[in-house]
């Protein structure tokens, strides 16, 4: 921002300022390795003074917010999701700084700086000031970090049948009465016929087993017991809050009396397609 541009007369000077007045940020995911570019779903967008900046409905991994030239502090409300299916949260932002007249020359007059750029959050996981001087060209100058909750205490689990000639492979499902636990856990209780089963093991042990009650292609009702062992520990992500994690997903000959069970991911993640493949 220029203050007494008019007084700018001399065509050799140069008037040219990187002052800038707009705060840039960049959103970023955390995970076990790194952080990563992250984009939200931004619903809205609000500052404390009730205008609403452009952004409605818009996923982005990066915004700009104007900063109040009178003032030292601006707060933004922002509802956002991790995507449009997702639930909405809703985190206060405040941005406060300093502002420094400076004189660019006799000729140009005086320009306006924002620096010592600082933040503090609500409900974000994480914000690191990148650049505290807001210029032309410092890109980002605050980095928001949401962290990605990854771990989670189900094993989920696909059926299959295997050919006895050939050995082949096929997906394939079962009618499922019940699951339960060895706790007395309801699984399932409503007869179903299903194709893959998710089962919450209990994270205070290392081993879970399960009951389940079939009804066979005879009509027969068959009684099938699975246990799955495993290691639970606690990971803890930058200034995330810490996970529990499940890993080390084991099954042994005598932990069932299926056909087989095969392990395909030992490790319990929410975006696992499966854990175990069940043969009946």
């Not at 990563?36 to 900046?53: H, K």
């Not at 917010?65 to 956002?80: D, T, Y």
């Not at 009618?175 to 060895?182: G, P, T």
């Not at 299926?258 to 499966?274: G, Q, W």
Request: glycine share 2%; proline share 3%; aromatic share 10%.
């Amino acid at each position: 921002m220029l203050l007494g541009m008019s007084a700018c007369l001399d065509e050799d000077v140069s008037c040219v300022t990187d002052s800038y007045d707009t705060v840039r940020v960049n959103f970023l995911k955390l995970d076990q390795s790194n952080a990563r570019t992250d984009t939200l779903y931004f619903e809205s967008i609000q500052a404390a003074n009730g205008a609403f900046l452009d952004v409605q409905d818009t996923a982005l991994s990066s915004i700009s917010l104007p900063l109040n030239p009178s003032g030292n502090q601006v707060s933004f409300f922002i509802n956002w999701r991790e995507d449009s299916a997702a639930v909405l949260q809703t985190d206060t932002l405040v941005i406060s700084y300093e502002r420094e007249q400076r004189l660019i020359s006799p000729e140009c007059g005086v320009e306006q700086r924002f620096v010592s750029l600082s933040s503090s959050k609500v409900a974000f996981d994480s914000i690191r000031v990148a650049n505290p001087d807001v210029t032309l060209y410092t890109n980002p100058n605050l980095s928001i970090y949401t962290c990605q909750y990854e771990y989670t205490n189900v094993v989920r689990a696909r059926f299959f049948v295997r050919d006895t000639a050939t050995l082949a492979e096929q997906a394939t499902s079962l009618q499922i009465n019940s699951i339960v636990d060895d706790q007395g856990n309801v699984i399932q209780n409503t007869p179903a016929t299903l194709e893959r089963v998710s089962l919450p093991v209990d994270t205070d042990r290392s081993n879970t087993s399960f009951m389940f009650e079939i009804e066979n292609a005879d009509g027969q009702i068959v009684n099938r017991r699975l246990n799955v062992s495993y290691f639970v520990d606690e990971i803890q992500i930058f200034n995330c809050f810490p996970q529990t994690r499940v890993s080390g997903l084991d099954v042994d000959s005598d932990d069932y009396d299926f056909v087989d069970v095969e392990v395909d991911d030992d490790e319990l993640k929410t975006n696992n397609s499966s854990n175990l493949e069940i043969f009946f």
